[in-house]
């Protein structure tokens, strides 16, 4: 006997808790079928889309780093949002073994701002430290909300080409992102009606990786303070804006918010969102 499964793909893979979300939901939904973890190297992303095409059990996958471009080249179909944002994080096989790529991280990253984006402002701007892939999305997500953006890559012509592609409307910048290490001592003015968040859209701060070096002299009074990082979950960003008296977002809260997405186009069903309390307990313990 087989079962329908879905799994994450990424190079590396160990750290992801993709398989302990997904699974926490079938076993309360009591669904017969798994989610699993599968270590792809780049070089074996179109052998693998190859052989899952012709797997029936298969319902799809989500992707992590580094493949959330590159897999584009093996789909058959790309969701127009995805296709805007040039990256692809959830692949569903149709019954036909028709391939279809979503990008399900836009809609994860806005899930747990959204009590503030329900409010009005005079301004909003966002400082996002990152250009990769998970960035792509967020500056689509960011500017569809009315942000001005500030976006900090070590290469701040990519990220001005970034800007270009996906918010080309507004005013936008660009910026190195040694930029926000040192101190600064610019006055901020009033930031009252306004919204600010900074957010760490990078692997920086990632065990294994180097730290992030952000000085927060940079952050506005006020500022929301997000690390998509999700290994560790407090991450010294995070840490220190708590101490500074920022209010914060965790990655956990796009993780599950993305997951949720993904789910209900792999297994048929809505996540059972009124267990995030718990789910939250699993993954943080």
Request: proline residues 8%.
């Amino acid at each position: 006997m087989t079962r329908p499964y879905a799994e994450v793909i990424g190079d590396p893979i160990v750290q992801s808790k993709s398989p302990a979300i997904h699974n926490f939901w079938l076993g309360k939904l009591g669904l017969d079928a798994e989610y699993r973890a599968r270590h792809v190297l780049p070089a074996e992303l179109g052998d693998y889309f190859a052989r899952r095409r012709g797997d029936p059990d298969w319902r799809g996958c989500n992707i992590t780093m580094p493949h959330k471009q590159a897999a584009m080249a093996f789909l058959d179909e790309v969701d127009p949002q995805a296709a805007r944002i040039g990256a692809v994080n959830t692949v569903v096989r149709g019954v036909d073994g028709r391939l279809t790529g979503y990008n399900t991280d836009a809609p994860g990253f806005l899930e747990p701002l959204q009590p503030l984006l329900a409010d009005t402002h005079l301004f909003r701007m966002a400082r996002i430290l990152g250009a990769g892939g998970a960035a792509r999305a967020i500056v689509a997500a960011l500017a569809d909300e009315g942000f001005t953006l500030v976006l900090a890559a070590r290469d701040p012509a990519k990220a001005r080409a970034l800007l270009d592609e996906l918010a080309p409307k507004g005013e936008h910048h660009a910026v190195d992102l040694a930029h926000f290490a040192p101190e600064t001592d610019f006055a901020f003015d009033d930031r009252q009606g306004l919204l600010d968040l900074i957010v760490n859209a990078s692997p920086l701060g990632m065990a294994g990786q180097p730290p992030l070096a952000f000085d927060f002299s940079h952050a506005p009074p006020g500022s929301v303070v997000y690390d998509i990082v999700t290994h560790p979950l407090d991450t010294p960003l995070l840490a220190e804006a708590r101490e500074r008296g920022f209010p914060t977002v965790d990655g956990l809260a796009m993780l599950i918010g993305q997951a949720a997405a993904a789910f209900e186009k792999f297994f048929g069903a809505p996540a059972p969102r009124e267990q995030d309390a718990q789910l939250r307990e699993i993954l943080t313990a």
